[in-house]
């Protein structure tokens, strides 16, 4: 009868020595204040970095630029053209097959708009009358097959033909580069993600190495006495956890302490952009998922560091005097 019970004996005795090994290896950090806090804020910045940089790609791909949103052309009218021909104009360019939409923008409308966007409110009122001709806003019409820079080319060949337009432009080049570089931003995360993740393994492996040849005689007492490499490996590898796991909260709380600070200029440029002023920062699954990330690398830290000192441990029962 007693035999039916061993699993769950079994099983007790496993979560017993977890349980053990977990909140043991956490005291045994906080018996070393010192080196545990500094090991703690070199893991913290390796980990900031990818992560500061991952949360402003995040704000900046709210600006959800689109390919098609490139060739959008600005049509600037003669002075002294009024608005029946402006309005004329922009109905003649809707009714185009290659043209998506108008917005016809008046004189008054456009130094308003100056006026909120630049901040020269005083100087604009010391103006005898409006300098600003009247603009239409023309976004050529998108399609799969379409290329949408051949056709905004080709549209605007048009429109500067047309009597009473003074200019057109269409300023696609300046946000196709900004795309470039948000696609480029993204390979820079995946890339200093790699890297820096090697770094916390690095750290973590070097400093559970410094741990295990300190305590080598004991680690040579337990083997002596029968101890398996899973009993040994286990409390090193739950500091490993631990060191990650606190690294990921310095990393934390260094990055919401960083969108604190650029709150106010990053809000200005992704309001510059038309995009919500709110900054984004980490939420309730980024945060779980970063702590999870840190605890899981300094977890694999960890075991290189104790399977290669276990090692040595079985060629010549010498532990950290090779």
Known sequence: MNGGFTPVRRLRAWARRHSFSFFSSLGALMRHRVGTLMTMLVLGIALLLPLALYICMANLDRLELQEEEWGALTVFLEDGTDAERAG???ERLQARDDVAAVALISPEQGLAEFREASGFGPALDTLDSNPLPWVLSVT???GEEVDIEARAAALLAHISGQPGVDSASYDHKWLQRLGRLLDLGRAAVTLLTLLFSVAVVVVVANTIRL???SRAEEIEVLALVGAQNG????PFLYSGFWYGLLG????????NGALLYLDGPLGRLLD????AAEIVGLGGLQ???LLLIGGL???LGALIAVQRYLRLLRVDGMLGRR
């Open 88 to 90: 004329s104009l922009a």
């Open 140 to 142: 050529p019409a998108a």
């Open 211 to 213: 741990d295990v040849a």
């Open 231 to 234: 009993f040994i490996r286990l």
């Open 248 to 255: 990921g909260v310095v990393a934390m709380v260094l990055v």
């Open 272 to 275: 510059s952009y038309g995009a």
């Open 287 to 289: 945060t779980l998922g």
């Open 297 to 299: 690398l300094g977890l």
